[in-house]
Nanobody, 124 residues
Framework: VQLQASGGGLVQPGGSLRLSCAVS?????IGWFRQAPGKGREAVSC????????DYGDSEKGRFTISRDNAKNTVYLQMNSLKPEDTAVYYC?????????????????????WGQGTLVTVSS
């Protein structure tokens, strides 16, 4: 499985960005995680494409929206009302548990395959 994350960049506080994760396979749970400098990896959102389940981290609820385009095998993360504390490298990851479990998990250990990350910088 290969994942390609894109869409990061520099945005002002209050602005928006849409990240994309192109996935080479099907039937996985896809998670978005982020890691800020000097901090650990944090869960942002996940979608179980096979069972149509979605979840968000507490700080992202109401601001971020995860969605998918099955025809393009791509998962999107729409990020609105961005804050400086959202600055991080954002990674997408795929977990095979999605085929067997009707949930999505905001835990990095459930995901076997990881993309290279895309940098989001929120600054004025």
């Amino acid at each position: 499985v290969q994942l390609q994350a894109s869409g990061g960049g520099l945005v002002q506080p209050g602005g928006s960005l849409r990240l994309s994760c192109a996935v080479s396979g099907e039937g996985y749970a896809i998670g978005w995680f982020r890691q800020a400098p000097g901090k650990g990896r944090e869960a942002v959102s996940c979608i179980n494409v096979y069972h149509d389940m979605i979840d968000y981290g507490d700080s992202e609820k109401g601001r971020f929206t995860i969605s998918r385009d099955n025809a393009k095998n791509t998962v999107y993360l729409q990020m609105n009302s961005l804050k400086p504390e959202d600055t991080a490298v954002y990674y997408c990851a795929a977990g095979t548990y999605g085929l067997f479990v009707p949930e999505c998990y905001l835990v990095p250990g459930w995901y076997e395959y990881w993309g290279q990350g895309t940098l989001v910088t929120v600054s004025s």
